[in-house]
């Protein structure tokens, strides 16, 4: 019973976190677990200058629809 309670729990927890992943969700965590912000090679954004980041970075090339 333990066992088939330990496996449903972790079961659960990787599908929270894929699907936190896939709506982008856990962008943020994953930025912080890149190589790039390790090794110190630029200076770390909080989140709230990584949300914005994004937006800027996603709205700042040409939409057009034709």
């Not at 894929?18 to 190589?35: K, V």
């Not at 912000?37 to 200058?49: H, I, Q, S, V």
Request: glycine fraction near 4%; proline fraction near 5%.
């Amino acid at each position: 019973m333990r066992r088939a309670s330990r496996t449903t729990a972790r079961l659960l927890r990787r599908f929270w976190r894929g699907l936190r992943e896939w709506c982008g969700d856990a962008a943020y965590e994953i930025y912080l677990r890149s190589p790039h912000t390790r090794t110190g090679a630029c200076p770390t954004l909080t989140r709230k200058e990584f949300y914005v980041e994004q937006l800027n970075r996603r709205y700042s090339r040409p939409n057009r629809c034709c």
